[in-house]
């Protein structure tokens, strides 16, 4: 079990971690300031980086050669893509995708 000086250092230490996120932009990326360049170019990939990243994460142990053979998989990506297609919206897209997932492997693949 922790003591009552570590949990105090432990809350101190998450505070501060969590206010120097807050005021570190507004710090180095002032209002009438030019945004670097290199901010910009991360705000333009590192959110596909990101997606990509999850979707490799997500379907590194599927076997594809094991029932159900990738098909839950398949039909939830299927799906996010279309949802996305249709209603533009990335909630809907996700949550709907995820839903649809989660049906399949409880009660259509068991």
Not at 32 to 44: C, H, S, V
Not at 45 to 72: R, S
Not at 75 to 104: D, E, P, R
Request: glycine fraction near 10%.
């Amino acid at each position: 079990m922790y003591t009552n000086i570590e949990m105090i250092i432990f809350i101190f230490a998450c505070g501060l971690g969590t206010f120097l996120t807050r005021v570190i932009p507004f710090i180095f990326l002032p209002d009438g300031k030019e945004t670097p360049k290199i901010i910009i170019y991360l705000g333009r990939v590192l959110p596909a980086a990101c997606m990509g990243l999850l979707i490799i994460y997500c379907l590194k142990d599927v076997t594809l050669l094991d029932y159900p053979y990738g098909l839950p998989e398949a039909i939830g990506i299927a799906s996010v893509a279309i949802l996305h297609k249709w209603k533009g919206n990335a909630l809907l897209s996700i949550f709907g995708g995820t839903i649809l997932y989660m049906v399949l492997v409880q009660v259509v693949f068991v």
